[in-house]
Structures are given as structure tokens and as C-alpha cells.
């Protein structure tokens, strides 16, 4: 079965700062890989993804998350957080094939970033 | 072009009632997800639909039946509300031909049961 791990419930990170949210998963085979973003109230919108090919992956909002198939990870990063970047972060980790559609997420993080 | 939208926005129920919600893919999306997400946790996947049938199901109970019609559009319906129901319920779209496409989400219900 699918999994995924987020370490981080919140992190707090000065506006400016550099940031790196971390994610670990569980899977038998070559996953499928996203990172969703929800503001308070609100729906989730895809950052980015990852299917194959190049392990460095740019997404929205100046936003890039890097696969490592040794470690199970798929950590999100961005240089410079803005404080419209505070929000709660969620990895997911997709099967493929006609299983493609059930994602599997983590609890999330919580980011919260100071002025 | 209109992104995935679901309705209502909140409802709030007692137990033991029945409850129906409702959500309308992105256009040309034919796939449609639920899933449920309960305070201060990550989603969980309830059920897809494609082809008017269900084709995959996640570690929800009988109580959860959903239904698609031949617009595409899609029903969640949770009988014998329990307290444990009250969550935001997410329906999400995508097209199955491409399987790399990425589901897009609506901005939930919210479900409260008292």
C-alpha cells in the first residue's frame, strides 16, 4: 500500500528566507508525485508534479520540488518565501495505470511565515 | 472555462440523517474523485467514478454511495450521518485517456454533523 510521511506538522520561516518542506513515500513501483497547496477554507491547487524524466521539477509560485528515488523523497523548495506563501502544504503520491486517479497525501504542513 | 465546482458550500445535518452532495467536472474532464478531509488531516480518498460506474474505492463504509451521470457530473451520498462524517469534502476532475493529467480539485463542502 501507498503511504506518505510529512515530518513537519508547521513550519515558520521569515519572509525572505530560503524554505525546504520535507515529504517521504511508500510505494512498490515508479510513483507519481504532486504537491498541493491549500489556503484557509479552501480547494487544493497543484504546485507541480512529477511523472518521470528530468528528478528536478519546476512548479507555480516560484515553487520546485526534486525526486530522489533513493531516499523516497520529494522535497518541496523555494528560494525566497513571500508572505502570501503561507498556507498548508500537502504531498501525494499517485499509483499508475487505471489506478492513477487515487491519490494517497500526507497530513500536511503547516507554513506560517513572519514579516 | 470553469474549473471543478461543488455544491453547497456548507451544510450542517444531525445524525442519522442522510446528506447529498454535488459536483461538476472541469469541462472536458470525465473522471471525478471524492475524497474526505478531516480537521487538520490530509484527504482521503472515498471513491472515482468514470464511465458512470464506480471504478475504484478507498476504506469507507457502505454508508458512502456515489453516483455519476452521463454529463459527467457526479453525487456523493453518506447515509446515517455519524459526528465522525463533519469534514470538508473535496470532489476532484480529470480525463482519463491522459493518464499523466493531473486531478484538479473544487473547493469542497463542508459538512458539519451535530
Known amino acids: 500500500a501507498q503511504s506518505v510521511t510529512q515530518p513537519d506538522i508547521h513550519i515558520t520561516v521569515s519572509e525572505g528566507a530560503s524554505l525546504e518542506l520535507r515529504c517521504n513515500y511508500s510505494y512498490g513501483a515508479t510513483p507519481y508525485l504532486f504537491w498541493y497547496v491549500q489556503s484557509p477554507g479552501q480547494g487544493l491547487q497543484l504546485l507541480l508534479k512529477?511523472?518521470?524524466?528530468?528528478?528536478l521539477v519546476q512548479g507555480i509560485k516560484g515553487f520546485e520540488a526534486e525526486f530522489k528515488r533513493s531516499q523516497s523523497s520529494f522535497n518541496l523548495r523555494k528560494p525566497s518565501v513571500h508572505w502570501s506563501d503561507a498556507a498548508e502544504y500537502f504531498c501525494a503520491v499517485g499509483a499508475g495505470g487505471t489506478s492513477y486517479g487515487k491519490l494517497t497525501f500526507g497530513q500536511g504542513t503547516i507554513l506560517t511565515v513572519h514579516p | 472555462d470553469a474549473g471543478v465546482t461543488q455544491s453547497p458550500t456548507h451544510l450542517i445535518k444531525t445524525r442519522g440523517q442522510q446528506v447529498t452532495l454535488r459536483c461538476s467536472p472541469k469541462s472536458g474532464h470525465d473522471t471525478v474523485s471524492w475524497y474526505q478531509q478531516a480537521l487538520g488531516q490530509g484527504p482521503q480518498f472515498i471513491f472515482q467514478y468514470y464511465e458512470e460506474e464506480e471504478r475504484q474505492r478507498g476504506n469507507f463504509p457502505d454508508r458512502f454511495s456515489g453516483h455519476q451521470f452521463p454529463n459527467y457530473s457526479s453525487e456523493l451520498n453518506v447515509n446515517a450521518l455519524l459526528l465522525g462524517d463533519s469534514a470538508l469534502y473535496l470532489c476532484a476532475s480529470t480525463l482519463t485517456s491522459r493518464y499523466t493529467d493531473t486531478q484538479y480539485f473544487g473547493p469542497g463542502t463542508r459538512l458539519t454533523v451535530l
Open positions: 512529477y511523472f518521470s524524466g528530468d528528478t
